[in-house]
């Protein structure tokens, strides 16, 4: 109803790739619901009736009581073209009224049933759509848990999150409001034609000749509004980075004495935002007017068409004469047209973009999985902690190996170092014990068991991950810490947040573990991050760890929490460390040394450097400066007095 | 953040906007902008003024195009009749004579085609006046949020330190978008339509006062229901629609993280839990809506059924009037579109006012900014400090925020002479910030002075004591733009050897000149990106442009590689030649090369001297020296050891 309709014009359209397609998915939701769109389908058919009838009655009343001596035949006392009574011009004052009012009422009882039953076709109607709605967004979200990591590695999470929120939008858009306003007026204006039609032909097609040009106007400004929109939008979002690099910026500004500089390019794209806003609006405002004045045109046409032939007694083309009543009924019937035309074509970039929007997320839902549970896959008995990796090859990308011939073994317990620069593949081996990738040849195996055999929940939830980049929820400290198993008594996650060195900090905090973190976790410092990372990962106490040392910059005392944190993490269960430091290292049962996707070295620490090979190197340049800068710190120490 | 995809995250900490009161003061007060484009605002206000008297005529035509054919009409059908008798009786029912009759045959025509033409004449010229109008009307608001937008951000742009400490950036962003926007809708649309609608109700019913009172009368009673149930849905539409708002919020939030943290759902395999979590969300906003429909699928049959109610009456009251032969078809015709003007407009009006509350909320905010006085101003005979040496006295400084609470320095006291570097030491909320802030006097002390080269810092032109302080700090902000515009940033006019010799000197020269655009690359939103220890090597070169007395820095760098470190200090170490520098330490050999170290503690200095004495005297040096500090010193050990 009060729709701004000016927004609504701007909107882009997305090109739609398969309509028949995506129609006919939108079907099969909504052949669930078919008992709730007939019901739609009953009501607005009856509306459109209503909307005939209505004018008929009114004609009626002109032609039976108010004007029938306009109506007088040339011989009897009979009223041409009155079928509502069978009152005549004999007819007393008190007769007509009364059948005025019978007629008064029965017009009254049409609109209310309009009425009525329009409310409830838009109740239906958004109860069938929520309920489609709802059952999309389930089958969206479900299968996004499916996806496998590999997908969202190559797609960007903005792109998704705009197929679930833009795309949900639009299509929302379409079932609350376009598709009953949309169907009910192609009925309407498809009733209203076909009465005026039935009537008088060449009356009709005069009257109608109006309104292919109120769709051509429309048209042509919608277009003509949306590129200037385009426009519009291209310069807000100048306008916003300005904003968000000054607001961010302020204290650079300032140091710098850059006030004058910044506002003065503040208000160059403020003007240009103004300026494309301004030629919009040329076209939004003329939409209306124009339009108003071509339905004025279009009365004007059916009186002086109509009344011409009352005038002069002469049938109009050829069909019958129009009588005054008709007159009256074709100007109730143009007027009604009004608002479904102007509707229909604003709303019609909607019912494009919604169905664009739906294609959009139907690809998505259709989206392959590559990793899935085998059919006959069982549940991973309780892990002892043995990982073999056979001959193990990985190809992200076709062509493109990212580990070559990886072999190994880890017996229960072992701390297993995974050394090397960015890119050597320690990552990728970290990622194929979950089964987070499936290899392109050989096999991951642990206990003995092929992963790919085994159900995926019953496997990772046995092995603990902690990665450089933290992911917290928004919820409170005690739910994220949780997050490790979910069966946790409130005790049991205190006792795993005192072992990760995390309990201090949280009781110091004002709401304790009740505190509720921001968007991803926010609110708390890297280094607190971790150390809740690693509590959820100690409360889950799986046998198996995936831990990535790489810190980002903390500074150094809690540096020693986080690492003195990990070292407790791996006492007791089969670790694999992407290390950084030279005392995990130092206690590794094994080091894999590994060099573009090949382990080049491996051995204990010490059986490495008495290769004096490519870890020898690496110590040499990297760690020794570590390790002598330990040794004098220790020295400088000032001695207990 | 930048919107991705269109979406713009929830700003964390946004206050939610609950149902809003009425800020009569701030809406005045954006009405009041309109002075500025007063020739636009009188155009569009005339325009409306015709257009909507246009369309108060408008009915009058439609009249006589009616009655012109019902006359003619009749008149005809009477003159037919063939039978003098039947003729005569039918004569005396219309009460005209038959001269009268046949002369309302015979001029029919005529009458029928001016009376069109006039009425499209008419209806074109309003098509024209309401648009000049509605144009107009946009032009002026649009005019208006130039007009806010630009002072909002001048404001912003000047006001101290200690208002970004008490709002958030996404606030800021909001206050100068959505509520701007707010505003402006209301002035475009809110405003002229309530004129619009005024106009229009009272030209209306004065004309059908004065045309036809009794069916007026008939009429009146129905408005004030009308009215009220317009503004009755305007009232609770708003709260509903922000409740599905709410809900669509909380559900996005649930996609989100589940997107953005899948690795880690996935490796606890807790997707049954979120699914469950996500099941919730999904049906709360599916309640909502159904909540809202079934509200909506009520309120929309009453609104129209009472228009449609109107019109029935009328037909009827009008019909017993044409049957008693008081009134003409198109006197009827004329009032049902009059009617359709009376009712109108109470919808716009309902509308409007449910719009106010809302729109003066934004506009109150809005103001908000524009009233804040910033709290460091220049004096007004500021004297512009001379050349600086670089001497630098804190005299019984004392801190606090907003001028209460617990000070956060007090009574700090030392003397730096020009050229000594300066290590600041201590704990997070020790003070060291507060220190380093004073200086460019981007807060203002409450006790006690800042001297530099004797001058206090509150005597002397902003502009000169800031153009000759430098600032590198480990949170590098740059701008979009070329990498020289970054570089050039505190003297746009450097000359371009001036900006190579910085960047030089800065280590930074090697890696612009590997991009293809050199120092023309654009960098920032719409650019290239620089890893952290580039940007830190950008903000350098920047600080050593202004060639500055006075240095202030943090010596940690973000997450380098060695090589990168090593460049990164050797240029800060340049960067530091003869000028007088703080720098917050986290280094080893910041503090021994340093010439004074100022420790503090709680706000106090706990300790002050060089590390030799320190090392002996302070026992809170010492221990943080050992436990707090990253060791970085060249263990040349290392080297000899190997071979």
Known sequence: ?641 | MHAVGGIRPQAAGMPRRGREQLNKAALGRSIRYLGKHRRATVVAYAALVIATLTQLAVPKMVQRMIDSVTNGVTAKQILAIPNPAVQNLAIEKTGLSITVLQHNFDVAETLLINAVVILIAFAIMRGMFAFVQMYMAEWVSQALAYNLRNDIFTKIQRLSFSYYDRNQTGQLMIRATDDVEQVRGFIAQGLLMTLQAVLLLTGTLTILFLTNLKLTLVILPIMPIAFALFMFFGKISQPMFLAVQQRLSALNTVLQENVAGIKVVKAFARQPYEQARFDRSNDDLYTQWIRVARVFSFLFPVMMGIGMIGQVIVLYFAGGQIINGGMSPGEYQEFSLYLVYVFFPLGQLGFIISMMAAASASAGRIFEILDTQSDIVEKPHAIKLPSMQGRVEFQNVTFRYFHSGAPVLADVNFTVEPGQKVALLGSTGSGKSTIINLIPRFYDVSEGAVLIDGHDVREVTLDSLRSQIGIVLQETNLFSGTIRDNIAFGRPDATDEEVQEAAELAAAHKFIMEFPGGYNTSVGERGATLSGGQKQRVAIARALLLKPSILILDDSTSSVDFATERQIQDALETLMQGRTSFVIAQRISTVRNADKIIVLDKGRVAALGTHAELMEESTIYAEIYASQLIDDRKTDHAANAAL
């Open chain 1, 1 to 641: 109803m009060f729709h701004d309709n000016s927004r609504i014009l701007g909107q882009e359209t997305i090109k739609v790739q398969h309509l028949g397609g995506t129609i006919t998915r939108f079907g099969r939701y909504f052949r669930h619901y078919w008992y709730g769109l007939v019901l739609v389908l009953v009501f607005i058919v009856i509306s459109a009736t209503a909307n005939v009838l209505g004018p008929e009655l009114v004609g009626q009343a002109v032609d039976c009581y108010l004007f029938p001596q306009a109506q007088q035949g040339s011989q009897s006392q009979d009223i041409v073209g009155c079928w509502f009574s069978d009152i005549n011009l004999t007819a007393t004052t008190g007769q007509r009224l009364t059948g005025l009012g019978t007629l008064s009422l029965l017009l009254l009882g049409v609109y209310i049933l309009d009425s009525v039953v329009i409310g409830l076709a838009f109740f239906v109607m958004r109860w069938t759509g929520q309920n489609v709605l709802r059952w999309i967004r389930a089958d969206l979200f479900r299968h996004l848990h499916r996806l496998s990591i590999g997908f969202y590695a190559k797609h960007e999470a903005g792109d998704v999150m705009s197929r679930l929120t833009n795309d949900m939008q639009t299509v929302q858009q379409l079932f609350n409001f376009t598709l009953l306003n949309v169907a009910r007026g192609v009925l309407i204006i498809l009733f209203v034609v076909v009465s005026m039609l039935w009537r008088n032909v060449p009356y009709a097609l005069l009257s109608l000749s109006v309104v292919p040009v109120m769709l051509l106007t429309t048209r042509y400004f919608s277009g003509q509004a949306r590129k200037a929109f385009r426009r519009a939008r291209q310069e807000i979002g100048n306008v916003n980075a300005d904003l968000q690099e000054s607001i961010s910026g302020a204290r650079e500004v300032q140091a710098f004495n850059r006030e004058d500089e910044s506002i003065a390019q503040f208000e160059r794209a403020n003007q240009a935002n103004r300026a494309a806003n301004v030629r919009a609006a040329v076209f939004t405002s003329a939409l209306h007017p124009v339009l108003e004045a071509l339905s004025f045109v279009a009365m004007g046409l059916v009186v002086l068409v109509g009344g011409w032939s009352a005038l002069r007694g002469t049938p109009l083309l050829g069909s019958s004469v129009i009588t005054l009543g008709l007159v009256f009924a074709f100007m109730n019937y143009i007027q009604r047209l009004n608002m479904p035309i102007m509707q229909i074509a604003v709303l019609w970039t909607n019912v494009q973009n919604g169905i664009a929007g739906g294609e959009r997320i139907f690809n998505l839902i259709d989206e392959p999985v590559d990793i899935t549970d085998k059919p006959d896959a069982r549940k991973m008995p309780e892990i002892q902690g043995e990982v073999v990796f056979e001959n193990v090859c990985m190809e992200y990308v076709p062509g493109e190996a990212v580990l070559k011939n990886i072999s190994f073994q880890a017996q229960a317990g072992q701390i297993i170092a995974l050394v090397g620069h960015t890119g050597a593949g320690k990552t990728t081996i970290a990622s194929l014990m979950p089964r987070f990738y499936d290899v392109s040849e050989g096999a991951v195996k642990i206990d003995g068991l092929d992963v790919r055999d085994v159900q995926m929940d019953s496997l990772r939830s046995q092995i603990g991950i902690v990665l450089q980049d933290t992911f917290l929820f928004s919820t409170t400290i005690m739910e994220n810490i949780r997050y490790g198993n979910p069966e946790a008594t409130d005790e049991e996650v205190i006792a795993a947040a005192k072992v990760a060195a995390a309990h201090d900090f949280i009781e110091r905090m004002p709401e304790g573990y009740q505190t509720v973190l921001g968007e991803r976790g926010s609110g708390l410092s890297q280094g607190q991050r971790q150390l809740i990372a690693i509590a959820r990962v100690t409360l889950m106490n799986p046998r198996i760890l995936i831990l990535d040392e790489a810190t980002s910059s903390v500074d150094t005392r809690t540096e020693r929490i986080i690492q003195a944190a990990f070292e407790k993490l791996l006492e007791g269960r089969t670790s694999f460390v992407i290390a950084h430091r030279l005392s995990t290292i130092k206690h590794a049962d094994l080091v894999l040394m590994m060099r573009e996707g090949e382990i080049i070295e491996r051995g204990t620490h010490y059986e490495l450097l008495e290769q004096k090979g490519a870890y020898y190197d690496l110590y040499m340049s990297q760690f020794l400066d570590e390790e002598v800068a330990e040794a004098e710190k220790i020295e400088a120490m000032p001695t207990a007095d």
